[in-house]
């Protein structure tokens, strides 16, 4: 069977094997679909630094250092391949999962399926990727181009009810069928605490190093679409137990918020339901982020008038302004604002350093940006002027709930009608997610997968 990197290689590719990391940076670009690709899902890039912004002062309007990580130069384009190779790597280690036997269905609104769409063909495995029909066509053309099939279910991103319809039928009409559910298997919490998490930890030091704030992370901010990515804030917490964590979600899909519903545009966010392997009890406060500003955003970096916008009236460097435009999706600008915003309600200083993500880039929304100028118009000066002002600069205190003890019990007892109602979950098992040791439980578990891959490949070696 077809492995890859352990948890800790991820973390670290300085410790792969230096013949084998040496082949996979060279086929990152000669040859993206070899296997040996799999060695190339980390945070760092082949000098070992790793992948993030310094967002300027002039942008976000604050004085609070907000700092960027960004997926786009993992394999598929977004470190969601990460949570997707984990969720693969452990169920073929504990023997739930066989490229001989079995088809493997991966549920996603894009990232996740594109990601499981890469590591389940490299992995030899048939793989079918459900997904609502009204993502953007980038999403469907990466799927395809990575050698999965494709099933389209009605709606957008809040839609995740319809793809676990889907996925139930396809269970039930096929025991070959074996469904890496990225909102309910903990192996996409795995990735998150230990790699993403950890990244933050070294992070934190060479930006000090680097004069950028204290050796520490006051905040970490990200919207939820899985709830994996926000993973990482548990392993912050552990090590700055005054650290913040902030979850976004849409103004048109409140679900946390206020139980609300609703369609929206932040395409890999607001599922309209609480996944599985949220740690909401962990949670400091939440934001909701409207859609449109979101696009606003990205367009103001896609159009070339944007970008000279932010050279010339705000004296932005205009290397970064070109690097933004092509390291941010919708997804990132999302939680751009929400770091503006965490900065402002905690009334964070210079010293201090929020850290959020861009899951992909703008290659991914090429469709979405020509769609949006056809209904609004391009940007001129003062439209663009506009956005910042708007969008970024104005961004304050409205739509923000803080992570009171009933607020995270009322998170907490919105999975029961996901999970228990319709996903076969037992209230024992919802309950027993309120005892920090069942979260405490699933992080001890990267040693032992981390046990078992190497392992397997003394195994191999003595054949």
Not at 381 to 406: K, L, N, P, Q
Not at 410 to 426: A, D, I, P
């Amino acid at each position: 069977m077809v492995t890859g990197p352990t948890f800790e290689e991820m973390l670290r590719p300085n410790k792969i094997d230096p013949a084998i990391r040496a082949s996979a940076l060279a086929a990152l670009d000669a040859d993206p679909l070899n296997p040996l690709n799999l060695y190339n899902i980390t945070w760092r890039g082949a000098d070992d630094q790793i992948y993030y912004l310094v967002l300027p002062k002039a942008l976000t309007g604050v004085d609070a250092e907000i700092v960027l990580l960004y997926g786009m130069n993992f394999p598929s384009g977004s470190h969601k391949v990460g949570a997707a190779y984990s969720v693969l790597l452990e169920k073929q280690l504990l023997g739930e999962v066989d490229p001989a036997r079995h088809t493997l269905v991966w549920p996603s609104t894009g990232n996740y399926g594109i990601g499981g769409a890469f590591i389940g063909c490299r992995m030899e495995y048939d793989s079918i990727v459900v997904l609502p029909e009204e993502m953007s066509q980038e999403r469907f053309d990466r799927i395809s181009s990575y050698g999965a099939r494709i099933i389209r279910t009605a709606g957008s991103e809040s839609n995740v009810k319809e793809i676990y319809d889907e996925v139930n039928r396809l269970s039930a009409s096929d025991d070959k069928i074996r469904v890496l559910n990225q909102f309910e298997v903990m192996g996409n919490y795995r990735f998150h605490y230990h790699v993403t998490g950890n990244t933050i930890v070294e992070l934190a030091e060479d930006l000090a190093g680097a004069g950028i704030g204290k050796g520490r992370v006051s905040a970490f901010v990200s919207a939820m679409g899985s709830a994996g990515t926000i993973a990482a804030g548990d392993r912050l917490k552990q090590v700055w137990p005054d650290h913040k964590i902030v979850g976004l979600e849409p103004i048109q899909c409140p679900t946390l918020f206020n139980n609300g519903y609703g369609a929206h545009e932040i395409q890999g966010i607001g599922d309209k339901h609480v996944t599985w392997i949220h740690n909401v009890f962990n949670m400091d406060a939440l934001m909701a982020i409207d859609d449109m500003d979101c696009l606003y955003g990205l367009q103001l970096l896609a159009e070339a008038e944007g970008r000279q916008t932010l050279v010339n009236r705000y004296g932005l460097d205009q290397s970064l302004v070109e690097r933004l435009s092509a390291t941010l999706g919708i997804s990132g600008i999302c939680n751009i604002i929400g770091a503006i915003k965490t900065a402002k309600f905690y009334d964070m200083g210079a010293d201090d350093v929020v850290v959020t993500v861009a899951t992909d880039a703008m290659e991914r929304y090429g469709s979405v940006m020509t769609k949006l100028q056809a209904a609004r118009g391009a940007l001129d000066e003062a439209r663009a002027t506009a956005i910042v002002d708007g969008v970024f600069h104005r961004a304050g205190g409205d739509w923000v709930m803080e992570g009171s003890r009933d607020a995270r019990e009322r998170w907490h007892n919105l999975k029961y009608y996901t999970w228990v109602e319709q996903q076969g979950k037992s209230v024992d098992e919802l309950n027993a997610q309120r005892d920090p040791g069942w979260w405490l439980e699933h992080q001890e578990l990267v040693a032992e997968i981390d046990k078992r891959l190497l392992e397997q490949r003394a195994r191999q070696t003595r054949n």
